[in-house]
């Protein structure tokens, strides 16, 4: 089906607007410094006036990014963050996302709304698992990979070393856009390479401001830093040769990756990122639909929904929908269709977010990210459209293996504890499990990863007035069957059926020991495996 026809300087405006666009994720192992480097591409980009972190972020007053309690108390990143900002006449959309792995689902809903990813590698540690785990994700998703070495103000492998490891265990092939300049834990600066010029960094108020940068020609950097320039210089040479062109093609095709090296509790090497992601992220580009097909950029609007919030406003315990805008523009207060039911609703409260700040949004383009506050019936991977009618593909839900029931500690509390699970999986904070045997006064909240559940105690106690208690069941497997299985399990040890909220069945087995013993007494019992997609 064809879009309709627009007016050509409507067309051109969108076209030009979504030109302008990064939308991007920061995906990383938990410590490599993601929330840091996204408080420090803010401050470059001077849409705040000082980063929060100088010693971890448990010490921070002004984290913008890593706003909830529990992440404030471990300083670690549980929900993924929204920073919109200008920065060279461009539109930086930065999604920052959970590292821990407990957290995979958020950050998965992340990755599919983004165009691109800056993969941050810790200099001392190389390629971690959840980075790995990640990388494999945006593999999948085929976005493009911008690299980033990070903590090279810290001891540290040889950057050759580092280079062999991206190569062998991604199969990216290294671009250098910079290279640093002294060993890991002397970090005097970066070696432009695309400008062929020295960019010598100098500490401001311990990594608080915008670090000190003086420009060097290669000849008075040998100058300043004798052997450390010409040592770093001829590691470099080994991997790029000095004016070599970037291959563009190679990086949108997944065979190379840019590489930057950077400290970004420093703020050294944090501009060479931005320009990075200006001069050669892609920009927001026609995203494939349900049908097959692609919808144009510049078609009348459409967008979906990756990730619902709730508790970002204290005053009001209101819950924000945000939208990836993917063509047209939007314009606040038009009247979208939700694809899954049909429904149409007025976009009033639109705003655009950034961190915990909001503020009221009128227009937005392809690849930016938008908040609709109070859209109750929305949910994550629903699509909106206008006029022509579209769907993206749904968001997957992982697999789960962590499984406690849940139950109110105060009996009186039971409407907050029923409203507080409902929202809670609503977000996509926990799957919620059901049976007629168990009631719905004893739901089984399913988890990727246990800390889910820490999350979900600490908000039902504090959002929701409805302190519970949780019991661990001892189920460790799920797979998708069907409602006739539940009456064959029903007498089997170690396994029962429940029904999922979106209307799937979930068999759940203690190992994989005891599924093996169904599939040998019952092979015509349907047992799937949770993929990459709803069954």
């Not at 627009?6 to 302008?20: D, F, L």
């Not at 920065?87 to 999604?95: S, W």
């Not at 792995?101 to 698992?129: H, N, P």
């Not at 699970?421 to 719905?440: T, Y």
Request: glycine residues 8%; proline residues 5%.
């Amino acid at each position: 089906m064809s879009s309709p026809v627009q007016s050509p300087a409507h067309a051109t405006e969108i076209t030009g607007q979504a030109g302008r666009r990064r939308t991007f994720a920061v995906i990383s192992h938990p410590d490599a410094g993601k929330s840091t480097l996204t408080e420090a591409l803010a401050l470059h980009a001077k849409v705040i006036g000082t980063a929060g972190a100088t010693n971890g972020k448990s010490n921070r007053r002004d984290t913008i990014s890593d706003w909830q309690q529990m992440e404030k108390d471990r300083g670690i990143s549980i929900s993924s963050a929204a920073l919109q900002f200008s920065y060279r006449d461009t539109v930086i959309n930065l999604l920052d996302t959970p590292g821990h792995a407990d957290f995979s689902e958020d950050t998965y809903r992340v990755l599919a709304a983004v165009d691109c990813a800056v993969m941050l590698v810790d200099a001392g540690k190389g390629l971690e698992t959840q980075t790995m785990k990640l990388f494999e994700v945006c593999r999948q998703r085929n976005l493009p990979i911008i690299t980033v070495i990070n903590k090279w103000d810290r001891p540290g492998l040889d950057p050759l070393e580092l280079m062999d490891e991206i190569t062998q265990r991604t199969g990216l092939a290294p671009m250098p856009l910079t290279w640093a300049i002294g060993i890991a834990g002397d970090f005097r600066g970066v070696w432009d390479v695309q400008r062929n010029e020295f960019a010598k960094f100098a500490r401001n108020s311990s990594g608080a401001h915008i670090a000190l940068t003086e420009y060097l020609s290669p000849e008075q950097a040998a100058e300043s830093e004798g052997d450390a320039w010409q040592e770093s210089i001829d590691e470099a040479s080994l991997v790029v040769e000095a004016g070599a062109p970037l291959d563009l093609e190679a990086f949108y095709a997944g065979r190379a990756t840019p590489l930057l090296f950077s400290s970004a509790a420093l703020n050294f090497g944090v501009k060479q990122i931005l320009d990075a992601l200006v001069d050669y992220a892609p920009p927001a580009a026609p995203r494939p639909d349900l049908t097959g097909g692609t919808r144009a950029v510049d078609a009348p609007f459409s967008g979906f929904v990756f990730k619902v919030q709730a508790g970002m406003n204290q005053a009001h315990r209101d819950h924000v929908a945000f939208i990836r805008v993917c063509s047209g523009k939007f314009e606040r207060g038009m009247v979208v269709t939700q694809a899954r039911t049909g429904k149409s609703f007025a976009t009033k409260y639109a705003q655009q977010v950034f961190g915990r700040e909001r503020e009221v949004i009128d227009t937005a383009f392809p690849g930016d990210v938008v908040g609709l506050v109070n859209a109750s019936a929305l949910r994550v991977g629903d699509s909106l459209y206008v006029e022509e009618p579209v769907e993206y593909p749904a968001i997957p839900l992982f697999a789960p293996e962590h499984f406690q029931v849940a139950r109110s500690k105060d009996p009186s509390k039971y409407k907050q504890f029923r409203r507080g699970i409902e929202q809670l999986e609503h977000e996509g904070v926990i799957q919620v499990l059901r049976s007629d045997l168990r009631g719905d006064q004893a739901p089984v909240l399913a988890a990727v990863g246990p800390m889910q559940f820490e999350v979900v105690e600490d908000r039902m106690h504090h959002d929701f007035n409805a302190p519970m208690r949780l019991e661990r069941l001892p189920y460790s497997l799920a797979r998708l069957t069907t409602p006739d299985a539940a009456v064959t399990l029903s007498t089997v040890h170690g396994a029962e059926v429940l029904e999922r909220s979106d209307g799937e069945f979930l068999a759940l087995f203690n190992d994989i020991w005891a599924m093996r013993r169904v599939e040998k007494n019952h092979p015509d019992l349907s047992l799937a495996e949770i993929g990459t997609s709803r069954e």
